[in-house]
């Protein structure tokens, strides 16, 4: 079947702009995370989702950073005024529920300008 | 929170040659641990996971063992070939409920000279 899909592919923005960064799960997959890869680094934890709500927001750097996932499928990442430093690559992984395996995206490349 | 190390940063073989990786972890209650492999600008891929049930664990080329008590687990790939080259990261995970998030090492390049 389909993988996780993340959409744009890439984001070019400026410094201070809003972004909305789109993760679509396999179907089926109740579990939904985001994880932030920079340059040479591994991926870090950012939010996990089981269904609807957020259970786990420890690792949103700041308020800034806000996800949502309304329907138990599609996830949206929400960056605010936008910094330099948000620049990275953004990843979705999706899982089952009660299974550890995570099917990664292929994420959204943010540059801020 | 949890914490993990991986070694070398960088590994260069021949092919044919075989290749070890290492990672230690920090929080004793992890007990989930996979292996991603993850090509230039591309999704990271899952390559094999080894749970806390058991040491070690057989792919075809690609094993893993795990050590418990050192609290460290090692990615083995045997007959390297030149597609094996990539950037490998271990990860560590502890399931507190059903949250599995993962806590990554830094990755290690691996070339396969052909």
């Known amino acids: 079947g389909a993988g996780v899909s993340q959409t744009p592919s890439n984001k070019v923005t400026e410094k201070g702009k809003y972004v909305e960064l789109r993760c679509d799960p396999i179907?089926?997959?109740?579990?939904l995370y985001w994880y932030r890869q920079s340059l040479g680094q591994g991926p870090e934890f950012l939010i996990y989702f089981q269904g609807t709500g957020a259970a786990d927001d420890s690792g949103l750097p700041n308020d800034r950073f806000f996800a949502v996932r309304p329907e138990g499928s599609v996830s949206t990442l929400k960056i605010q005024r936008t910094e330099r430093g948000d620049s990275a690559v953004y990843l979705c992984?999706?899982?089952?529920?009660?299974?550890?395996?995570?099917?990664f995206g292929p994420g959204t490349r943010l540059t801020v300008l | 929170g949890e914490n993990v190390e991986q070694h070398p940063s960088t590994l260069s073989v021949q092919e044919g040659d075989s290749a070890v990786i290492k990672c230690t972890y920090s929080d004793s209650a992890s007990n989930y641990f996979p292996w991603y492999k993850q090509e230039l600008g591309k999704r990271p891929q899952l390559i094999i996971d080894i749970r806390s049930n058991v040491g070690e664990k057989k792919d075809q080329r690609i094993a893993v063992t795990l050590n418990k008590t050192a609290k460290h687990f090692s990615l083995h790939i045997t007959e390297t070939q030149p597609e094996d080259s990539a950037v490998y990261f271990c990860?560590?995970?502890?399931?507190?409920?059903?949250?599995?998030?993962?806590?990554f090492g830094k990755g290690t390049l691996l070339t396969v000279n052909p």
């Open positions: 990860a560590a995970s502890n399931s507190g409920g059903s949250n599995y998030k993962l806590t």
């Open positions: 992984a999706s899982s089952r529920f009660g299974l550890d395996t995570q099917y």
């Open positions: 179907s089926g997959h109740t579990a």
